[in-house]
């Protein structure tokens, strides 16, 4: 939080909203920020610092910046900054521990506390810095005796109360408290006498608690109740016998829980999975990136020699902030069950180890004299691009156009980028002044993004459903079942909130994955799509059409062209050899009976189940691939732990595949591999960069497609729905892991409860 | 003349290794003999007089190593029960193929 870039870098996004009731655009730095038309909350106002330009001269200056003096250093910052904003900017550490930069100003724990001084002289105590508005002519001290001796006094009540078991606390090493306390505190305690004591709440089989450790400095409070939308967490009692607790003994009904052990500065929450297993100096930090859902959450993986220890989440303005699901965070003890790490080959109805000779000859006797239009090949959900590419380059080269991605309907296009992606950028949310979702829960589809749109609504943007009711941690408008409501927005009459969707001037549709796998997707897309085109959610500044997608591997798999060939139709002849690419959610009738299967992934699983063939490949922590998310970023997974056993990397299985079939591909290097995804989408090229606009064909483009659904009707029957069932387990990964289980079997039992 | 005699001293000794390593559960003398007989040939193309006897020389430290119960049994499985790899014999068609089989 103390890095100077990260502050720069955050000026740009967030000046804007420093500029109490100021709703002009305002050029900074080049680029352009445009203010949302609605008040600016105290989250906001706190959320950024900047640095200014230190050269320039007074009337240089931009007005909506002011100077103050940081022990006697002059620095420039927005108007509206705090105290302490001023202070990180001119570099000055202050201690701090209730304030987060994410979470709203709190001013508790009072160890953030500064002397300023103006025309009247030393301010007559400390103040609180993180709750401090900057006054015009103050100047600030953080090196004054007073202040020294103000933070040793704290961080001696902290420790009062504070137990001295570090030793066998998970957050020793990366811990606050005890940093602050080399730092700031004194050299020894006064205290004598018997410390308080707290019972440990049961917050469910994520979240551990050691509530003795707890500072009450109410972040995780603030976070349940701000971010993740739920009213659990909350302070009983008060003075000394103040606590942090569910009152009644609760599960923390979250799909975001997690982020509180992250936010908590001392050990009071911790990570149940993680308990006892490591200290932070042992590990081995690895920047990568969630493949749980699809919005490519950043991530940090810790390992220790071959083993994944936990999972973090890292800082990403545009995709994450700073949150990670819990399915992204508690499922990686997944990695280590369940695995596939030797081939198989099936001999008299059994699957038995082979060498990967034997596997690839098999694979050779089994394709031998079939015809292309008799294969067919599935991506699965957790798929990098570069396996994803070199498997469509392999079954095209054998002739085989039957290539599909998994939970899509057959029939789905690729042709236009814009069809397909989440068009507005996911931070596109922020800008938003209506959203409707269309048969989407993204609480379960993608937590993080649901938090952006809670954000988004906290600000008072209205969010309308159309689907099946769903409970989104917010308040939403139900506008009916079926895409028939879309018809009574697009007029703009009939609820208020149809009439706030006309008005709006940058409405946002989100297309939820369920409407993907329906049967009458093409009529459902064609009528979203006028839907889009009657209301003006595309225009030449903004296009709020958006589509979310429910699998990682997704928008890569279409990116790529992993669907038949234009012009082409897949075969109507059952297929005699089918090549599962770490499919596992495929529909049973998809593989016809007496077929050839090759199950190529790392979980044995359903795909694993009907293989005759089995080629283990590595799993997203074991390698480095590319995935694209659902707004059409690129990022990178790199490799955190070496791959298991025989297994190998995936792109690397279909190379070797390719060279017994005859087939060989030209590539056999992953450089080789990248710039052959270049070469089809260059996009592959610009990696961990923000993702372009995609040119918005779609007008023309259903309009030839309205020609394919004519006659069709939608099955208005079937309300919209999410096809996520269990948030907690949707993918190999999760299926395997056993914290998933325990935190399903958890929300089961808290709902059978409530019942 | 030295590699003919020092032939000769290990076809003595091998029905005792046999039983020392418990071979029998492997192979059949018949076998094991070809073998030796094998890796014998594999040097016949030596003429060199002072490389035969540096050979001979090792092999002798070898056999003596093998009486000594100074190896151990997989060591003489790995280097004279030879399982017969069929995929080994076949030379991969490239070098991606032949990494490809050998690791990651």
Known sequence: MTTAGMRVWSLAQNLTA??????????????????????????????????????????????????????????????????????????????????????????????????????????????????????????????????????????????????????????????????????????????????????????????????????????????????????????????????????????????????????????????????????????????????????????????????????????????????????????????????????????????????????????????????????????????????????????NRLGCENLSVESVTAGMEADVRSSYVFNSSISGIDEADCIVLVGSNPRVEAPVLNARIRKANYEAVQVGVVGAPVDLTFQTHHLGDSVAALKDLAKGKGSAFAETFKKAKRPLVIVGPGVLQREDRDVLLSEIHNFVDKAGVVTDEWNGFNVLHDAAARVGALDVGFVPSLGEKPSDKPAKFVYLLGADDFDAKEIPEGAFVVYQGHHGDAGANVADVILPGAAFTEKSGLYVNSEGRVQMARRAVSTLAESRDDWKIVRAVSEVLGATLPYDTIQGVRERLVEIAP???????????????????????????????????????????????????????????????ARQAASTAKQ | MAARRFYRTVCKYLPTLMEMYKLDELTTMKTLQNSVKNIFYQNAHVKDLNKINVMVHKGDEELRLLLRMHKQRHHVITKYVVMHDPWKTKAPPSGFLAQFYASN
């Not at chain 1, 989250?43 to 001269?57: E, H, M, N």
């Open chain 1, 18 to 395: 420093n500029l109490v009731g100021n709703e002009t655009a305002w050029l900074v730095g080049g680029q352009k920020t445009t203010t949302r038309t609605v008040t600016t909350t105290m989250t906001r106002l706190f959320s950024s610092s900047a640095v200014a330009d230190a050269d320039k001269t007074e009337e240089e200056m931009p007005e909506h910046m002011m100077s103050t003096i940081v022990n006697g250093k002059e620095i420039w910052v927005p108007k509206g900054s705090s105290v302490m904003q001023a202070c990180d900017a001119a570099g000055v550490d202050v201690p701090r521990f209730c304030y987060h930069p994410k979470l709203s100003v709190a001013g508790n724990c009072r160890m953030c506390l500064v002397d300023l001084e103006n025309h009247m002289g030393m301010s007559p105590k400390p103040v609180a810095s993180c709750a401090m508005p900057l006054a015009p002519g103050t100047t600030i001290h953080t090196d004054t005796d007073r202040v020294k001796k103000a933070r040793e006094g704290v961080m001696e009540f902290l420790l009062l109360n504070h137990p001295l078991d570090c030793p066998i606390c998970d957050q020793g090493g990366e811990c606050d408290l005890q940093d602050q306390a080399m730092h700031y505190g004194s050299d020894r305690g006064r205290f004598v006498g018997t410390k308080r004591s707290v019972v440990d709440k049961n917050l469910g089989p994520l979240v551990k608690t050691v509530m003795t450790r707890c500072i009450h400095c109410t972040r995780c409070v603030r976070y349940a109740t701000e971010v993740a939308g739920v009213q659990d967490l909350g302070v009983t009692g008060r003075g000394g016998a103040s606590e942090i607790g569910t009152y009644v003994e609760k599960l923390m009904e979250s799909e975001m829980s997690g982020n509180v052990i992250d936010l908590c500065p001392v050990g009071a929450l911790t990570s149940k999975p993680y308990a006892f297993t490591a200290r932070q100096w042992e590990l081995k930090p690895t920047e990568s990136i969630d493949v749980s859902d699809a919005l490519g959450c950043n991530i940090r993986v810790d390992t220790r020699g071959t083993e994944v220890l936990r999972i973090l989440p890292r800082n990403n303005e545009g995709v994450n902030e700073d949150w990670i699901s819990d399915k992204a965070r508690f499922q990686y003890d997944g990695l280590q069950r369940q695995r596939l790490n030797v081939p198989m080959v099936k001999e008299n109805g059994a699957l038995k180890p082979a060498k990967w000779e034997e596997a690839l000859f098999a694979i050779k006797e089994a394709v031998g004299g079939l015809k292309g239009d008799e294969m067919k090949a599935i991506a699965g959900k957790l798929v990098d691009c570069e396996s994803l590419v070199a498997l469509k380059d392999l079954m």
């Open chain 1, 683 to 745: 996009h592959f090229g610009k990696v961990d960069s923000a993702p372009e606009k995609p040119v918005w064909l779609n007008g023309q483009y259903f309009g030839a497609h309205a020609q394919k659904v004519k006659g069709k009707k939608a099955l208005d029957k079937v309300p919209l729905q999410t096809p996520i069932t269990n948030f907690y387990m949707t993918d190999v990964i999760s299926r395997a892991s056993r914290a998933m289980a325990k935190a399903t079997q």
